[in-house]
């Protein structure tokens, strides 16, 4: 399957790509998490990502597209994959699109997670993510077994930078602006499926496996 995540920033698309990707046995993709790994380890991509990320703002496409070529390119992607935050606007679709065409391939299927304003607020500023596997939790909603550290395995929890209310609303405006035009794009393309995405998190995860069963014959 090769598969979109997109919903707004908190929506729960780190937290749900987890589960659905090994369900589904496929790489789970996520530009965010390639940015700030390349921040954190002050590469060339970090630092031309940086100030973008800091101000909530979308990083330039080509610096986004090529990093996304890439990946796309790697063996473990090559029989299907979840990405989780891109394409972030419709130019960038449009770029996926003609990338896939290159080998024949298309999108199965976009999914939309849809969750209203004052709860994504609520769930990013208690965001807590893990240092060694990228693994998502929440301070009261999702709380590891000791605080700090990761169920998981093992590595320590930090908050991001882009987690303070001021930046959490910019990214809210750029996601409207940029990001909202794309579930029309992929409507008319035939391939959108949209779940609610309030309530616990495995029920949003049955949700979204039962809305992706259909695409799995
Ligand atoms: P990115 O990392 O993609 O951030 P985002 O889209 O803003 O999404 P988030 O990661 O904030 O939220 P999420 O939906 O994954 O929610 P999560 O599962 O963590 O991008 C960051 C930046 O990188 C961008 O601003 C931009 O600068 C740059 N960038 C990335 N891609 C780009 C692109 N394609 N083009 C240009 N720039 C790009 O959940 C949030 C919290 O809620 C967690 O604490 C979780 O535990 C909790 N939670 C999840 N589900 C539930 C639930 N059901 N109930 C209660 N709590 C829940």
Redesign the pocket.
């Known amino acids: 399957m090769r598969l979109v995540l997109v919903?707004?920033?908190?929506?729960?698309?780190?937290?749900?790509?987890h589960f659905i990707a090994s369900h589904l046995s496929i790489p789970r993709i996520?530009?965010?998490?390639i940015?700030?790994y390349n921040v954190t380890n002050h590469t060339e991509l970090g630092a031309q990502?940086k100030e973008?990320?800091d101000r909530?703002?979308?990083?330039?496409?080509e610096v986004?597209v090529a990093m996304?070529r890439d990946r796309l390119g790697e063996d473990d992607a090559k029989e299907g994959f979840l990405l989780?935050?891109?394409?972030?606007?419709v130019p960038?679709a449009e770029t996926l699109k003609k990338m896939l065409a290159e080998t024949d391939i298309k999108l199965t299927v976009v999914l939309e997670?849809e969750v209203d304003e004052d709860e994504v607020v609520r769930?990013?500023s208690?965001?807590?993510?893990c240092r060694r596997c990228e693994r998502?939790?929440?301070v009261l909603?999702?709380p590891p077994s000791r605080e700090g550290i990761c169920d998981d395995c093992g590595g320590d929890l930090f908050q991001?930078d882009?987690?303070m209310e001021e930046v959490i609303r910019h990214?809210i405006e750029?996601?409207k602006s940029q990001t909202e035009p794309l579930v029309a794009f992929y409507a008319e393309e035939g391939i959108l499926a949209v779940i609610d995405?309030?309530?616990?998190?495995e029920e949003?995860t049955s949700r979204a496996l039962g809305a992706l069963e259909p695409y799995t014959r």
């Open positions: 919903g707004p920033p908190g929506a729960g698309k780190g937290t749900q790509a996520s530009t965010g998490d940015f700030r990502a973008f990320m909530g703002d979308l990083v330039p496409d986004t996304v989780d935050g891109f394409p972030r606007n960038q997670l769930r990013l208690g965001r807590r993510t998502v939790w929440h909603y999702d991001r882009d987690d990214r750029v996601y995405a309030a309530g616990p998190v949003i």
